[in-house]
């Protein structure tokens, strides 16, 4: 046994402290807050291009840990941004008076397009007023009278005059009731009473009137009728003369009006495609004045008692949509959208169930989304929310390569598409920022190949800063700005440096901070809280410490009732003593929310044999690739340290006791190294000291994750089942930069109950777990006679011997039953 100290991790490097006296105040009260951003130098720059670069295809893709500040940073840059003058048009939908299924689009300067809506609305009021008053006018009744008497009177008189044709002729015109109507009929005069055609052929039959008679009435009677035709030819044609002619007049009353309204809009409004519109609005209303004359009175209800509602005219195809109206914008628009679906971002398409019960729209039912009120400015919105929602990503892409927006209503299986209303598209300029995670940009990148062409910047978000004096500081002042924002009480100086330590913690690393904020809030919050709780004024560390403690307690449910099984034996686990094999290994439970390490039983047996080294859990399905790959480094280690002079003809069995889930990490192959290297030499490990760290195939103890968890988790077992004094942990010596020990922890290591130490290989390990030197190798290719080498490698060495004895006499043994089976046979 060697009887030596070995070295231990230095008091101060097993947890970063915060010097509270380094802060130049007492409390948070006296300090600025926070207004700029804390690091993130790298996804600053990379957004700052972005947004500086408005050539197609720069929108921003962010990605990061939750809680880093990206959406903060995003629009901290976007304001500091000078977008004053950057005010975009208003966007509005008109009716296409030419093809009403495809709507006209209007941009309009910022403030303009309510203004020519009210326009639009003052026009139609004021026409509905006027009309009804021209048409009340004497001189337009008296020409109206004119006209209308001129006809009729020349009507009346080719009546009068074909009338005395007829009578002349011995016919008389006679009105005939046929239903509700009346025609006038031609029929011949016989003893001065009209007669029926029916009644002369009766007559004739009978003798009573002569067959040429007859013959030349009918002839006759077939000319007039025919001229009769022609004078009702000719009425016909005078009633659609009259007609245009009195709408020739309603026009030319009306129009002075129409045309000099028009006219004062399209003063005010001086823009080639206004102009256009207006010229349509005009054409329109000139040819459908009837609708602005004052409606007559219902016609009564078929059914009595019962008031059928009257349709009422909003000349809707007059009113102007105006989607986007940037009248109260400041400078570019920034659009925060936080339900990213196809309609909130796209816009759509209203429909309208009308009285017949059919659906129907037109473009006052077009409405915008977040993408078109962005226009000409940003759109921040989470990538993962708008991914999930149908339609939106091949809607997105099509938007920002093409520059072009068309609203329309996302409606894959057509259920309700009644119209084929297409609006004119419009051009857009919105610059797209999209919030996600690296493992989602990598799949968009990877899998989508318009990704790559249309998020050209990578904001990449780090979730830990260098610590240095500046950053702590501004520790200080994001504490400061929190508590001012949400009214907590004052931090003093010890408070602060509990939460500067606390971000460390959370880091990993001593000379890191993390800067996942909302983390860092949580702990203010809640600290406030226990002092508020505490009857203090001002929140101190013991405040911090007693959150943190509390936030733990909170989601440790787990780690207690497996503490409980380990005090209880049921989980085995031993905690002193020496035991040949067997070591206890260090694993990380990680619950989302919370992790924490417990101690593992891990065993190792060796035999006679060629099986190599067995790793059960592999065989069982049990172990990840990382664990695997952990196993076949041990069987590198061997034949490089013992195989050199000899093959290694060995069985042995690796296991992790009491494990029912799966294994993976290779953060535990130095441990069943350990536990190998015993097995062989027969030497027992200390069961007071746990083991973490993973191993190269030169036995070098290489560094992992978790090492604080680990360290708590077997000082928990040592502290239930009693501390010693010998107990502790060796880990990586190149995990001693990520040591942050709870407080309690560092008080059990400086009073000399527990230990921690620091591994640089395997070589070293083996000594502080067996007490025993490991041995370097002798110029001779032997190690030094008594060590944990030299008693691995004779037993290497007699393991070799004894399996090629067995296979020689087994083969000596079949020779024998040969021999034997010949002389028979002879």
């Known amino acids: 046994m060697v009887d030596k100290i070995y070295e231990e991790v230095p008091i101060e490097k097993l947890r970063w402290r915060c010097d509270p006296d380094s802060f ?47 959406f903060t940073t995003i629009k901290t840059v976007l304001k500091g941004l000078d977008v004053t003058g950057r005010i975009p048009n208003d966007i509005c939908y008109v009716n296409n008076f030419k093809n009403q299924d495809m709507p006209n689009m209007l941009s309009l300067p910022a403030g303009q397009g309510n203004s020519f809506k009210k326009e639009m609305e003052t026009l139609i009021d004021t026409l509905k007023k006027k009309v009804p008053l021209i048409f009340e006018n004497e001189n337009y009744l008296n020409k109206k009278k004119e006209l209308v008497e001129g006809f009729r009177n020349r009507q009346a008189e080719m009546f009068r005059e074909f009338e005395k044709k007829v009578n002349k002729e011995g016919f008389a015109l006679v009105q005939i009731q046929v239903g509700p109507y009346s025609r006038p009929g031609i029929f011949p005069m016989v003893e001065g009473n009209p007669v029926n055609i029916e009644q002369l052929e009766t007559m004739v039959e009978e003798d009573k009137f002569s067959r040429e008679e007859l013959e030349r009435i009918k002839g006759k009677q077939a000319e007039l009728v025919g001229a009769l035709e022609e004078i009702f030819k000719e009425t016909r044609k005078s009633e659609k003369e009259i007609k245009d002619e009195l709408s020739a007049l309603d026009t030319e009353m009306i129009s002075p009006v129409v045309r000099d309204s028009i006219s004062d809009i399209k003063e005010r409004f001086d823009y080639e495609k206004i102009r256009r519109y207006l010229d349509e609005v005009q054409e329109n209303i000139l040819a459908n004045l009837h609708r602005f004359r004052e409606k007559e009175e219902a016609s009564p209800s078929p059914i009595p008692g019962l008031i059928l509602p009257q349709p009422v005219d909003t000349f809707a195809e007059y009113q102007v949509n105006v989607l986007v109206d940037n009248s109260q914008t400041k400078g570019a628009p920034v659009i925060v959208e936080m339900t990213p679906s196809y309609r909130n971002l796209f816009g759509t398409i209203e429909r309208a169930v009308e009285r017949s019960g059919v659906w129907k729209t037109d473009f006052t039912h077009i409405k915008a989304g977040s993408f078109l009120r962005a226009n000409g400015g940003y759109l921040i919105f989470n990538a993962l929310d708008g991914l999930i929602e149908p339609g939106v990503w091949p809607a997105l892409k099509r938007t920002l390569k093409n520059q072009v927006m068309e609203v329309q209503t996302y409606d894959p299986f057509y259920f309700f598409a009644t119209t084929a209303l297409k609006p004119e598209p419009i051009e857009c300029n919105t610059k797209v920022i999209m919030i996600g995670d690296t493992h989602l940009y990598h799949l968009l990148f990877n899998l989508d190949d318009d990704f790559k062409k249309i998020f050209k910047i990578k904001a990449d978000f780090d979730s830990v800063i260098e610590k240095d004096d500046t950053k702590v500081l501004q520790y200080a002042s994001f504490v400061r700005k929190i508590c001012e924002e949400e009214k907590l009480k004052p931090f003093d100086k010890t408070g602060v440096a509990a939460v500067v330590e606390y971000g460390v913690e959370m880091a990993g690393r001593q000379k890191k901070l993390t800067t996942r904020f909302h983390l860092i809030a949580d702990i203010l919050r809640e600290a406030s809280y226990w002092a508020s709780e505490d009857g203090s004024d001002r929140v101190k560390e013991k405040h911090v410490d007693l959150a943190i403690e509390k936030k733990i307690h909170r989601v440790n449910l787990i780690e207690e009732k497996l503490q409980e099984m380990i005090d209880d034996g049921t989980i085995m686990i031993d905690s002193d003593g020496m035991v040949v094999g067997q070591v206890n290994g260090l694993s990380v439970y990680n619950l989302g929310d919370y992790a924490f390490g417990k101690p593992s039983r891990i065993t190792v047996k060796t035999s006679l044999g060629k099986a190599g080294i067995i790793n059960i859990e592999r065989e069982v399905e049990m172990s990840g690739p990382i664990h695997n790959k952990g196993v076949y480094i041990l069987s590198g280690y061997l034949r490089d340290r013992y195989a050199q002079d000899k093959p290694i003809t060995m069985s042995a069995s690796i296991c992790f006791e009491q494990s029912y889930s799966g294994v993976e990490g290779d953060s535990a192959s130095s441990t069943e190294l350990y536990a190998l290297l015993s097995s062989l030499s027969g030497l027992p490990l200390r069961q007071d000291i746990a083991v973490t760290g993973s191993v190269n195939q030169k036995g070098e103890v290489q560094p992992i994750g978790g090492v604080n968890e680990k360290i708590e988790g077997f000082f928990e077992v040592c502290k239930a089942k009693g501390l010693t004094g010998k107990q502790g942990v060796m880990i990586p010596h190149l995990n001693v930069e990520d040591l942050m020990l709870r407080k309690d922890v560092v008080q059990a290591i400086k009073e000399g109950k527990f230990h921690v130490y620091p591994a640089k290989t395997i070589d070293q390990g083996i000594e502080i ?58």
């Open 24 to 70: 130049p105040f007492e409390t948070t009260d006296s300090i600025q807050a926070c207004e700029e951003i804390i690091g993130q130098e790298r996804a600053l720059e990379a957004i700052r291009v972005g947004l500086g670069i408005n050539s197609t295809g720069y929108n921003i893709f962010v990605t990061g840990l939750a809680g880093t500040g990206r």
């Open 769 to 826: 777990l067996t007490g025993v030197e490991s041995g370097d190798r002798l110029p001779d290719g032997r190690f030094k006679e008594g060590t944990v080498n030299d008693l691995v490698d004779r037993r290497l060495l007699d393991l070799g011997k004894k399996i090629k004895e067995y296979e020689g006499s087994g083969e000596e043994t079949k020779e024998k039953e040969k021999k034997k089976k010949r002389g028979k046979a002879s």
